[in-house]
């Protein structure tokens, strides 16, 4: 009874947090919009390195391959958002699925650098396909057609937050099911000790693949959402300073546990938004030092840190 | 009675006129402040507003503008429309400003439309930028405005056979297809058209084999900073000026790098739209006024672009007395004129796009020892040729 009530409650937190941003930043949405988005990626990312523990430098390869695959449907096929929404993801799971055959036979370092390789060799092909993708110039020209065919997209970014919420909730939702799972479990027993899994007959390689390509749908459903909703695709999408970034939200909020992905990109982008609003100079010093006190004081990432809290609040010894 | 009653009427007048003298109006900046390219384009935008503001005072009495800066990195269009949203519903911003690259410019272009706000584009170069929102308006320049002049000015020299040379990025290969399109019909042959990956720092190589094809000149377009210095300096080192390769470039001498360029640049030939020491009472008050402000500010091409991005501010906001017209406010500054420290310009009335002259100049050395960009030679009022493509 109580895990059907906590499952229950667990699935209102990103709806009410949603509800809850949007009236307290009512004239924010689009910065709204790009949160969620930003979630949805480090929530992808999490699968791979907290779940899967394979450190990664080359998450913008799927990121980036939803956006371009999103606005080219759009620009060229039909405009229609959900139909695009599953392109993005199909373009990431693809791109996910090929770089896994290779990825997945290597570890660590050479692993992280192969992530980088892959990252670069994409940029550099958009890049260099001016006529199709803009070049560093940009995608442009997207206008999508309303959602469901009844909700248009509005310069204020509303539908663009609730859009990219409710695609969020419902991955978060899939997500839950999915690490608890056999298969969730299985992985998170490969990353402790691999070895033992193949003596025990599990497929290492099959699970790793598998677990990369849904990690890299989800990074492609993230990227054609910014693509819908911002209307321009740029190289930034295929950078590895973008991969850096969702990588530090990670580790800031908590990697290996979803709340943790949510949290991190939640407070990362805050910090990042207010400390520049704040002084347009300087900021990046305090959102560096930041940085280092959280790494500091809590090793655990936010998440970690926010349970230990509540944990010695309620008189437990720390898990 | 009559007193308490005057004395009331008094302070209701009061009050009532109370907005009106206060009356402000709010302009977003957006832009690189802090970063790699604060150097090179936040800070000479922050500079040429506020000398402006400086020279200028408020654009009408009742009327303050106030200015609020947004620091934007580098291209990231997702965030850049955040911004632009945020600015326009959040502060309630009656105009934007700056913008660097054109990913981001085009980004804000969807709010600039939707919700209707005049915006002054400071630097993002693409030739389509423009288009994009019907309340656009640019006071940098478009490479294809430098380069086509430059193309022209080559083929008056003479020179009939060229190799060009860019960096591989968006600018890089604008200013190559506008001077191949250009030098090629005035009667010119281009030997090769060379495009050099941003993150180069060895330009032997490609110098070298250059030389091997022996062209009249060598056309360039390079960034900002480093691949500028390491560019001129092998252009020297691997003899090419003595081997009568000549100099055809475009921004590599402006200011912000200029200095550091040292002795390796005396002598290079450049078409551009400003020069620090273009002569005219409008850029030396311009020049006194920036070195009263900020002493160790270079007079930049962006710092100018800023500057009289900021004059086109002051005239839409005059033009609608501070009230929020913006199709008001576009009518007044499309077509408008004025005597920019760089010469004289304007805003070509369909295209919201600036028409000003380009200046052929040659770097020279003054008796303090400081390097200038003398000009030698005008080409007037140069639209953007990129716009028909």
């Known amino acids: 009874m109580t895990n059907l009530h906590r499952s229950i409650g667990a699935a209102a937190v990103i709806p009410l947090a949603a509800v809850a941003l949007a009236l307290i930043f009512p004239n924010q949405q689009a910065f709204l919009a790009q949160i969620a988005i930003t979630a949805l990626v480090v929530l992808s990312l999490d699968l791979v390195v907290g779940f899967a523990g394979l450190a990664t430098l080359g998450h913008a390869a799927m990121y980036g391959a939803g956006a371009y695959g999103a606005a080219l449907y759009a620009l060229h096929v039909w405009a229609e958002p959900l139909t695009g929404l599953i392109v993005g993801g199909l373009a990431g799971a693809t791109i996910a699925f090929l770089s896994a055959l290779m990825l997945m036979r290597s570890h660590g370092l050479t692993f992280l650098m192969m992530t980088v390789a892959i990252t670069q060799i994409l940029y550099e092909i958009v890049n260099k396909s001016r006529a199709v993708t803009g070049g560093d110039d940009g995608l442009y020209g997207i206008v999508m057609k309303p959602l469901l065919g009844v909700f248009e997209f509005d310069f204020y970014g509303r539908l663009a937050f609730w859009y990219a919420a409710v695609v969020l909730w419902l991955v978060f939702l899939l997500l839950r099911h999915i690490v608890a799972s056999p298969f969730g479990l299985t992985v998170r027993a490969v990353r402790d000790d691999g070895d033992r899994v193949a003596t025990l007959g599990g497929n290492i390689f099959g699970h790793r693949v598998a677990l990369y390509t849904l990690s890299g749908a989800i990074a492609g459903l993230a990227g054609a959402l910014s693509a819908q909703t911002v209307q321009v695709v740029g190289l930034h999408s295929l950078s590895v300073t973008f991969s850096a970034d969702i990588l530090v939200m990670l580790v800031m909020g908590g990697a290996g546990r979803l709340w943790g992905g949510l949290l991190g990109a939640l407070v990362f982008m805050m910090i990042h938004h207010y400390a520049a609003e704040i002084d347009p100079v300087r900021w990046m010093l305090f959102v560096g030092a930041i940085l280092v006190a959280i790494v500091l004081f809590l090793p655990k990432g936010l998440f970690g840190g926010l349970e230990a809290l509540v944990n010695r609040l309620r008189g437990r010894a720390p898990a | ?389």
Not at chain 2, 20 to 40: I, Q
Not at chain 2, 67 to 91: H, K, M, N, T, W
Not at chain 2, 271 to 279: I, L, P, T
Request: charged share 20%; with cysteine.
């Open chain 2, 1 to 389: 009675m009559t007193t308490k009653r005057l004395l009331a009427a008094t302070l209701v007048a009061a009050l009532t006129c109370l907005p009106a003298l206060a009356e402000t109006v709010k302009v977003g900046v957006v832009g690189p402040f802090s970063g790699p390219f604060s150097g090179s384009f936040g800070e000479p935008f922050r500079q040429g507003i506020e000398t402006y503001v400086a020279m200028n005072g408020q654009p009408a009495d009742g009327i303050e503008v106030e200015f609020i800066y947004r620091d934007l990195q580098s291209p990231d269009p997702g965030r850049a429309r955040a911004l632009a949203q945020e600015l326009v519903a959040r502060d309630g911003v009656q105009y934007l400003a700056g913008f660097v690259f054109t990913p981001n410019a085009i980004a804000a272009a969807g709010i600039s439309a939707q919700a209707k706000i005049p915006t002054v584009i400071f630097n993002a170069s693409a030739s389509a930028v423009v288009s994009q929102s019907p309340y656009y308006v640019r006071t940098s320049n478009t490479l294809p405005q430098v380069s086509v002049p430059t193309a022209q000015n080559a083929l008056d020299k003479g020179y009939t056979t060229v190799v060009t040379a860019v960096s591989d990025y968006g600018p890089g290969v604008d200013a190559e297809t506008s001077f191949v399109k250009a030098f090629t019909e005035g009667g010119g042959e281009v030997l090769e058209s060379i495009r050099m990956p941003l993150s180069t720092t060895d330009f032997g190589p490609y110098l070298q084999s250059i030389q091997l094809k022996k062209p009249d000149a060598l056309f360039v377009f390079l960034p900002y900073g480093p691949p500028t210095f390491s560019f001129v300096n092998a252009y020297r080192d691997n003899g090419l000026d003595d081997a009568g390769i000549a100099f055809v470039g475009t921004s590599e001498t402006q200011e912000v790098d200029l200095q550091s360029l040292g002795e390796a640049a005396i002598g290079l030939e450049t078409g551009y739209f400003y020069s620090a020491a273009h002569e005219s009472a409008e850029n030396d008050a311009f020049k006194a006024k920036l070195a009263e402000l900020y002493p160790d500010a270079e007079p930049n091409p962006a710092t100018v672009s800023a500057f009289d991005g900021t004059h086109a501010l002051y005239e839409m906001i005059r033009a609608t007395g501070g009230e929020a017209d913006p199709d008001g406010a576009i009518a007044a500054i499309a077509g408008a004129s004025w005597e920019s420290p760089r010469g004289p310009i304007s805003i070509d009335p369909k295209t919201r796009d600036i028409v000003q002259n380009v200046y052929i100049r040659v770097v020279e050395q003054e008796e303090n020892g400081r390097l200038v960009n003398r000009e030698i030679k005008t080409f007037e009022a140069q639209p953007d040729y990129g716009a028909a493509q």
